[in-house]
Antibody, heavy 119, light 107 residues
Framework: QVQLVQSGGEVKKPGAAVKVSCKAS????????IHWVRQAAGQRLEWLGW????????KYSQKFQGRVTFTRDTSASTAYMDLSILRSEDTAIYFC????????????WGQGSLVTVSS | DIQMTQSPSSLSASMGDRVTITCRAS??????LNWYQQKAGKAPNLLIS???TLQTGVPSRFSGSGSGTDFTLTIISLQPEDFAVYYC?????????FGGGTKVEIK
């Protein structure tokens, strides 16, 4: 079955970091990119960036540059997102989404991981 | 960054109605426009890519049109499973950006 399965929800304190995983199955992991998109309550979807599943190259939205890091483990077909220096405004559902290299269209999504930042 | 503006932000419609949602880009994006459907508590699902290409498995009552800055998603004969939030997304340039969403509710 072609799917992306994400790690569970997390509760973090301001200033901490969070790591979310996204495990792919049913397709060749290295032939697609993985994008990260978040959705805060009542807000529009927001793109954080993407990682090339093959060579590991990354591209980050300038808004998150310096605070977010994408990595991947090809042997486990898993992508990871690290977000540091968390603030309350980072409370959101974080989605991973598969994208083709030829266009930035998200044809497969993970179920989402709720990250709550609260003191 | 390219700003994407959707209208309306919400609408009420009855089953069998024809529904039209518009999406406007702050600059020309050719046909690099995608539409997603999101149901409550779920991830978005790709409906249409390249402004008008229906994805496999998406019912033919959905259609997309437009190019440049103005785009439309049309649903003919609304079905119960179509009540959801719809988002447009430009895939023309980074950072990728989404519209604010249109919530389609039951009248």
């Amino acid at each position: 079955q072609v799917q992306l399965v994400q790690s569970g929800g997390e509760v973090k304190k301001p200033g901490a970091a969070v790591k979310v995983s996204c495990k792919a199955s049913g397709y060749f992991f290295t032939t697609y990119a993985i994008h990260w998109v978040r959705q805060a309550a009542g807000q529009r979807l927001e793109w954080l960036g993407w990682i090339n599943g093959g060579n590991g190259n990354t591209k980050y939205s300038q808004k998150f540059q310096g605070r977010v890091t994408f990595t991947r483990d090809t042997s486990a077909s898993t992508a990871y997102m690290d977000l540091s220096i968390l603030r309350s405004e980072d409370t959101a559902i974080y989605f991973c989404a598969r994208g083709r290299y030829s266009n930035w269209t998200f044809d497969l999504w993970g179920q989402g991981s709720l990250v709550t930042v609260s003191s | 960054d390219i700003q994407m503006t959707q209208s309306p932000s919400s609408l009420s419609a009855s089953m069998g109605d024809r529904v039209t949602i518009t999406c406007r880009a702050s600059q020309s994006i050719d046909n690099y426009l995608n539409w997603y459907q999101q149901k409550a508590g779920k991830a978005p699902n790709l409906l249409i890519s390249g402004a008008s290409t229906l994805q496999t498995g998406v019912p033919s009552r959905f259609s997309g049109s437009g190019s440049g800055t103005d785009f439309t998603l049309t649903i003919i004969s609304l079905q119960p499973e179509d009540f959801a939030v719809y988002y447009c997304q430009q895939s023309y340039s980074l950072p990728l950006t989404f519209g604010g969403g249109t919530k389609v509710e039951i009248k």
